[in-house]
């Protein structure tokens, strides 16, 4: 856990508002497997880029946190209350992959604290890096960040197993009450989507739209089916934005029938796709589509599905972010075969650290850190897993990634 001698201050969140300090203290979960291979490769990034952009007038003060296999070790606890304690006190923090317990217990650590901290949107903004290998074509029309609902839909944890006391007294109650034709022995599953939960997913998506100059929001949805969930999230969204944003936002109909199709300066486009139909836009249109906004499951399969068009997980970061609490983290797992080899890319952490300074208003150090790492991935002195696909890559180890980072920042 962190030293009592720890530099710096905290960050506070008042009225809305982060407050960043120069020396702000911000907590690191190294995570399992290989967490702390990729933690050490980006924390070096990290610090040369802010460094760097402010000429040692600003600096990151790490205060490292146990989380995950190596703190139950330690404490009996995968999510020790001293961890969660310091988050709390943090606001900010970065976390690497980490594992999810075996048995009962905790189902998903990353889940479990998305709950505990009521951090309600997972956001993730997915672009190509020139020089990264993928099966696209064109992979650089899509550039887009997906706002996903977080903390409701079919990832809330409310399932019994077939056969359970609760599945069968609750199949009774659908059978007998509300006349629900369903097999006994079935196991069940709720899927809760609330107009709260909807609407505040659906607002940070639009006001991030407002504050980063892109012009279309996409509601994705299966509304089509699941009327009273799904069709339900679309249908609160646009009631929010009309509420809240109505100088700002305009809808499809409204875009044909008063703008003639032309999108004004100054408005955001409001509109809605059902999920499958999506991911055939996300192919063959991508260009069309800027920030997504998603219930839980769908926002799952489609981040991961636009990773995959410009390059994979490696290059994905991902956050999140409650109301005064965010939590940047990689996109993908603990890799545990490679756990210490200094091997794999850390590119996934470190574009989360590059979010991270953005979302704290450090954008000249996340630029810094974006750039060096366009430089090196066309010096195609890569990791194994891009090398392996680069005409004439140089495979090179984690660590040596970062050096290389470093050196063009």
């Known amino acids: 856990m962190a030293s009592a001698k720890l530099q710096g201050e905290y960050i506070t969140f008042k009225n809305g508002e982060y407050r960043i300090p120069d020396q702000p203290i911000i907590g690191a979960l190294a995570g399992d497997g290989i967490g702390p291979d990729i933690w050490s490769a980006t924390r070096m990034v990290l610090d040369a880029a802010v460094a760097k952009a402010y000429a040692g007038r600003r600096a990151i003060c790490w205060q490292p946190l146990a989380a995950g296999e190596a703190a139950f070790a330690e404490t009996g606890s995968y999510l020790p209350d001293e961890t969660l304690a310091a988050i709390r006190k943090q606001l900010i923090a970065i976390k690497g992959p980490l594992s999810t317990p075996i048995g009962g217990g905790i189902r998903s650590l990353n889940v479990a604290l998305r709950h505990y901290f009521d951090l309600y949107a997972c956001i993730r903004p997915v672009r190509y890096y020139d020089g990264v290998p993928n099966p696209m074509k064109r992979p650089g029309d899509l550039d887009v960040v997906i706002f996903r609902e977080n903390t409701e839909d079919v990832y809330a944890g409310m399932e019994w197993p077939a056969g359970s006391v609760e599945a069968e007294e609750l199949g009774a109650y659908l059978r007998e009450k509300l006349k629900v034709k369903l097999r006994p022995g079935s196991a069940l599953g709720i899927k809760p989507m609330s107009p709260e939960g909807s609407k505040r997913l659906i607002r940070m998506a639009v006001q991030y739209a407002i504050d980063n100059k892109r012009r279309v929001v996409t509601m994705v949805h299966k509304g089509n089916i699941m009327k009273f969930t799904e069709g339900a999230f679309c249908q609160w969204g646009y009631e929010m934005a009309k509420a809240e944003f109505p100088d700002q936002v ?61 390059g994979g997980l490696g290059i994905a970061p991902g956050a999140n972010v409650g109301d005064g609490i965010a939590i940047f983290e990689a996109t993908h797992g603990t890799a545990p075969k490679y756990a210490g080899l200094d091997k794999v890319n850390p590119g996934s952490l470190i574009l989360s650290g590059k979010m991270m300074l953005d979302f704290m208003g450090w954008k000249e150090a996340g630029e810094l850190v974006e750039k060096a790492l366009q430089k090196v991935i066309l010096g195609r002195q890569v990791t194994y897993d891009l090398a392996r696909q680069m005409d004439g890559g140089e495979e090179v180890s984690c660590s040596a990634f970062a050096r290389l980072i470093v050196k063009a920042i």
């Open 250 to 310: 305009i809808t499809e109909e409204e875009l044909t029938n008063r703008y003639q199709g032309q999108l004004p300066s100054g408005k955001i486009l409001l509109n809605d796709r059902i999920a499958d139909a999506m991911f055939q836009q996300l192919l063959l249109r991508p260009a069309e589509y800027e920030v997504l906004a998603t219930p839980n499951l769908n926002g799952d399969y489609l981040s991961d599905a636009c990773a995959a068009q410009v």
